[in-house]
């Protein structure tokens, strides 16, 4: 679909504020998201650099003495808007951005596995099925009934809970209505300290609108991600400038 | 030409590598991969109509609300429930995978009696004959009582002369040494911690799933917009608690009790300094503070995956606690109406003489409760007998134990008496949401069966919901809240509140109004004696609700192994720094010995770790060997423990 398509609905463009101050690191966000998308717990082979996780958090540490010393950072796909990284070097034509949700939809049936989605993506915030998804025995009954597992060899990355999207436009459209309205992606619904808004970046009444001052990872790269941070700490907006925001490395010496 | 055996080979060899130089071989095998890739064994959802129900969270006593989402093949989505009193929408994160335990790989499908499977009726009546012959050497553990079957297990115990015990969890240490001084009954005292200016913990992992998680999520965000109330965390580690309070002050191993000391004024604050390893400075600015900056009130306990402090450390706590005027203040320690229609509260297992018992029933239903599998041990006699009701088979049995089928997260009816730290009593209850399987017993009905084997003339479970919901309204006390629409209503009509109730309500008491109490701290001991100083100490870490001795909610080896915001199990995490200084490297296997026991592990090196700290990941298989080594099963360990750690 391309971008001056006209529509019957405004188009929305969907996104997140993550308060920074607010995060616990508990990690409920993570479980919520890996539950809701029928993600399969993680074989014993793997680790983080090989495991499905839509979402991840981070670990920060203060390089200065100011302030709080840790923070916890949320991480997950940005929803670039600008150049979209994973759309422009995709050659299947896997990844597109909706202009009507604002969404970077990713389509498995059209992968091959490239990778060059997640090469290019500045976030790593895409994943890369190595082998096919399993469940224990009887414990595909647990699966969600609208979200279909993605099959080996393909990459996959969060979509703000597309399957949620698909059901407020279902309930939209029953009331005659075309726009799916706010809905509530399950990471947002699953943050015991309501560090995540989603809303609407279109709309000036909105919740994302009332967000107040808010800063994108890695800026400076122009792509414009939808999703945004906050926090009253300057060390954490000063390591969002300059990319610092990579996990807890592990150090390896001798 | 003549064709020679040479010249086929040589055609043969020719055509080999020919073939695989071109795309031929590659492209069947990228096809042939492609049109696997949608075979069956890709699982597909069953689809079907979706509702919503809510339930009750089973992996703790707290019981906080879920909503369960529901398709054809049963739950398949959890969420929490808004407006539940203790939940508070918020549930522990792996509540959210909690949902696959039916089916986890290690559940218990049939009873197990001296290592032999065999039928559930058969084990009962085993059971029913040893707790006869145990008599008043019989105990039953209770790990969240108040419940309506702990009045059924009340029964039977009295009936048989023998006792009902429950474990001291993490927020328990505090208040019921603040009990004992004030003289009052188990369960009787809470933290109003929603009026609090300020909360100190000492050792406590307030802001790590402490409590229930609503509530401190809750405080959190207040904390966030207002300010208030302001966290100062005293701790011998960096837990996650310290990482995010609003001060942290890192002691020295073992020197809990000068820092209290020196806060209640019975220890100047220059030795106090010398001794925690703190700042002159700090100390007497916390000292000021916690007397400036009211009301304020001081948490011990410790770490879950922990033993606590010392007992004579708490006891300080609690006289620095009244010293301050917490006790009995708005925003300080509260006292709480019981329970209304429960039994008398049981006593603490670790209170329970060593090897004093021939039987120890342990009803393991809840998944998420920390039971170290040394101290059970350690009660029983040397041939005693452990039954464990649990959903899931236990790293290691003995050959007497019993194994009891139970249900699991979601199955039978069940209901919760509410967090141990609540101001108030909560009450609610559920029927379950999944279908129970036909080899488990949900608690109710083991409890009712054993009843019958010893038979002990018992009321049925639902009898004693109605009678207790009966004994509720008739108190005339309290609301009742409903999850739909939050709506909250009085507990004055018992066909409405039963009808509430049925579809999850919750039932709130009134709080009491806070007035004077009085405690005992004369007594009080505040001599604080020089601790070692180890060069190196171990801590425990583990996502609270998926420690214990029953396997982790398969999910959460996304907050571990797989996203590494909690430490591994196996693994040592260590900073780079210390490796070096104990001429180790990643992935080295070794074997960490501390006092109490020894754990095995390979090394991660992590720059965020601290230096000179060993942190044991406890979460699922192998947990029960680190919480051995932590003392877990040790009143009064602590939260650390000097390690040695080598190659093994």
């Known amino acids: ?105 990713q389509m498995p049936q059209r992968c091959l596995g490239c990778r060059y989605c997640m090469t290019a993506c500045p976030y790593h915030a895409r994943s890369f099925n190595w082998g096919d998804p399993s469940w224990p025995a009887g414990m595909e009954a647990t699966l ?111 | 030409m003549a064709i020679g055996r040479r010249e086929l080979l040589g055609l043969a060899g020719g055509a080999a590598v020919g073939g695989a130089l071109s795309p031929v071989p590659w492209k069947l095998l990228d096809d042939s991969a492609i049109w696997t890739q949608n075979w069956s064994w890709t699982p597909t959802p069953v689809r079907g109509p979706v509702t919503e129900k809510f339930g009750l969270c089973t992996l703790c006593a707290a019981g906080c609300g879920v909503k369960a989402r529901c398709g054809s093949a049963g739950v398949f989505g959890v969420a929490p429930a808004a407006e539940h009193a203790t939940g508070g929408g918020a549930l522990c994160p792996v509540v959210y995978g909690a949902h696959q335990l039916p089916y986890h790989p290690r559940r218990l499908r049939t009873a197990i009696v001296n290592g032999h499977a065999v039928e559930t009726k058969e084990a009962i009546a085993e059971v029913a004959r040893r707790l006869e012959a145990a008599g008043a050497k019989a105990a039953i553990l209770d790990e969240r009582p108040g419940r309506i079957v702990s009045a059924l297990y009340d029964r039977i115990a009295r009936a048989k002369g023998g006792t009902v015990v429950t474990l001291a969890q993490v927020e328990d240490r505090s208040l019921r040494t603040m009990e004992d001084l004030a003289g009052m009954g188990p369960g009787t005292l809470g933290y109003d911690f929603e009026h609090a200016a300020l909360i100190l913990s000492v050792g406590a992992p307030l802001l790590d799933s402490w409590g229930s998680t609503g509530r401190m999520s809750r405080l ?36 809990e009790a000068a820092l209290v000391a020196a806060l209640a004024g019975k220890l100047a604050i220059e030795p106090a300094a010398e001794i925690t390893g ?50 009995g203040r708005a925003g300080g320690i509260v006292m709480r109406r019981p329970l209304t229609g429960a039994p008398q509260p049981p006593q ?112 049925s479970y639902e009898e004693l919901r109605k009678a207790r919901a009966a004994a509720i309204v008739a108190a005339k006390r309290g609301h009742v809240y409903r999850h739909a629409g939050g709506e909250r209503a009085e507990a004055t009509d018992l066909e409405k509140f039963e009808a509430a109730m049925a579809e999850g309500a919750v039932w709130v008491d009134e709080p009491v109004e806070p007035g004077p109490l009085r405690a005992k701290i004369d007594a ?32 959460a080896s996304k907050l571990d192994r797989e996203t590494r915001l909690y430490a591994v199990p196996g693994e040592v995490r260590m900073n780079p720094r210390t490796a ?54 040790e009143p009064g360990a602590g939260p650390t423990q000097a390690a040695q750690i080598r190659r093994s």
């Open chain 2, 348 to 459: 603490y297992l670790d209170r329970v003489p060593d090897h004093s018992l021939d039987l120890l029933v342990h009803e393991a239903s809840s998944a998420g409760i920390v039971a170290p599998e040394a101290l059970l041990r350690r009660k029983l006699a040397a041939k005693g007998t452990l039954v464990r009701l649990s959903a899931f088979l236990p790293e290691a049995f003995g050959p007497n134990d019993v194994l009891i089928p139970s249900t699991t997260f979601l199955e039978g009816a069940e209901d919760a008496r509410g967090a141990r730290d609540a101001a108030v009593e909560t009450w609610s209850y559920s029927d379950g949401l999944s279908s129970v399987p036909a080899s488990a017993l949900p608690p109710a009905e083991f409890a009712a069966q054993l009843a019958e084997a010893l038979q002990v003339k018992v009321e």
């Open chain 1, 144 to 254: 969600n009934p609208a979200v279909a597992p993605r099959m080996r060899g393909v990459v996959e990355k969060c979509d703000f809970c597309q399957s949620r999207l698909h059901a407020a436009q279902d309930a939209a459209a029953v009331n005659g209505s075309l726009d799916p309205g706010i809905y509530t992606p399950a990471c947002v619904e699953a943050c015991p300290t309501q560090a995540i808004t989603f809303g609407d970046w279109n709309d000036p009444e909105g919740a994302l609108a009332k967000s107040g001052e808010t800063f994108a990872w890695l800026e400076g790269l122009g792509t414009q991600p939808k999703v945004r941070y906050r926090s009253g700490q300057n060390w954490l907006h000063e390591m969002a400038e300059r990319g610092g925001a990579a996990p807890a490395k592990e150090e390896r010496h001798g």
């Open chain 1, 1 to 105: 679909m391309s971008a001056t398509q006209k529509t019957s609905r405004t188009p929305r463009r969907y996104g997140m504020v993550i308060d920074l101050d607010r995060c616990t690191g508990c990690g409920a966000c993570v479980i919520a998201c890996a539950a809701e998308n029928n993600v399969a717990p993680g074989a014993a082979r793997e680790n983080d650099r090989n495991s499905i996780s839509l979402l991840r958090v981070f670990t920060l540490n203060n390089p200065t003495a100011a302030g709080r010393r840790t923070a916890f950072l949320p991480m997950m796909c940005m929803q670039c808007e600008h150049e979209t990284p994973c759309v422009t070097v995709c050659p299947q034509q896997a990844v597109e951005l909706d202009v009507l949700s604002g969404i970077v939809e």
């Open chain 2, 278 to 327: 703190l700042s002159p400075a700090s100390l007497s600015d916390l000292a000021l503070r916690l007397r400036e900056q009211a009301p304020a009130l001081v948490v011990g306990g410790g770490e879950a995956a922990s033993s606590g402090l010392p007992e004579a450390t708490e006891r300080m706590i609690a006289a620095l606690n009244v010293a301050i005027g917490a006790l």
């Open chain 2, 524 to 555: 009080v001991d505040w001599s604080a004696g020089r601790p070692e100083q180890p060069s190196l100490i171990a801590v425990a870490s583990s996502p609270r609700g998926s420690l214990s001795v029953l396997p982790a909610v398969p999910l």
């Open chain 2, 220 to 255: 959190w965000s207040r904390r966030v917009e207002t300010g208030k109330p302001v966290f100062v965390h005293a701790g011998s580690h960096w837990s996650r608690t310290a990482q995010l309070a609003d001060r942290a002050l890192i002691l020295r191993p073992g020197s």
């Open chain 2, 580 to 633: 070096r200084e104990l001429n180790l490297r990643p992935g080295d296997s070794v074997l960490v010995s501390t006092p109490f026991g020894e754990t095995r592990g390979r090394v991660r090196c992590d720059a965020a770790a601290i230096p000179g700290q060993l942190e044991l990941g406890a979460c699922g298989d192998g947990s029960q060997l680190v919480l051995e080594a932590m003392g877990a099963a």
